[in-house]
């Protein structure tokens, strides 16, 4: 079986910063990406940032400039760095990774059980 454990949400104010981390364990043979996603209250889930193995990142628009994610292939882990936070960054944030637990298998899709953040003064 595989794992993702994320840790890191909490209350901040505006303003403020927070950073995620995500740890990816169990049976992986190769990760090819991993990411944030977020959900907030009555919205659909969205990409927040992805890394993918050879080093392409890719940020949802609002969030450029002020997050920053990073990863660790050899620990596989997945950092998110949130600075200068808003109000409508509130919400639910999961960790996702694409990997295979084979060497000749498919691509499978993990997801973790999500942290909240919440931005509020």
């Known amino acids: 079986q595989v794992q993702l454990v994320e840790s890191g949400g909490g209350v901040v104010q505006p303003g403020g910063s927070l950073r995620l981390s995500c740890a990816a364990s169990?049976?992986?043979?190769?990760?090819?990406?991993m990411g944030w996603y977020r959900q907030a209250p009555g919205n659909l889930r969205e990409l927040v940032a992805t890394i993918i193995s050879d080093g392409t990142i890719r940020y949802t628009d609002s969030v450029k400039g002020r997050f920053t994610i990073s990863r660790d292939n050899a620990k596989r882990t997945v950092d998110l760095q949130m600075n200068s936070l808003k109000p409508e960054d509130t919400a639910v944030y999961y960790c996702?990774?694409?990997?295979?637990?084979?060497?000749?298998?498919?691509?499978?899709?993990?997801w973790g059980q999500g942290t909240q953040v919440t931005v509020s003064s």
């Open positions: 996702n990774a694409r990997l295979r637990t084979t060497n000749s298998g498919p691509l499978y899709i993990y």
């Open positions: 169990g049976r992986i043979f190769s990760i090819n990406g």
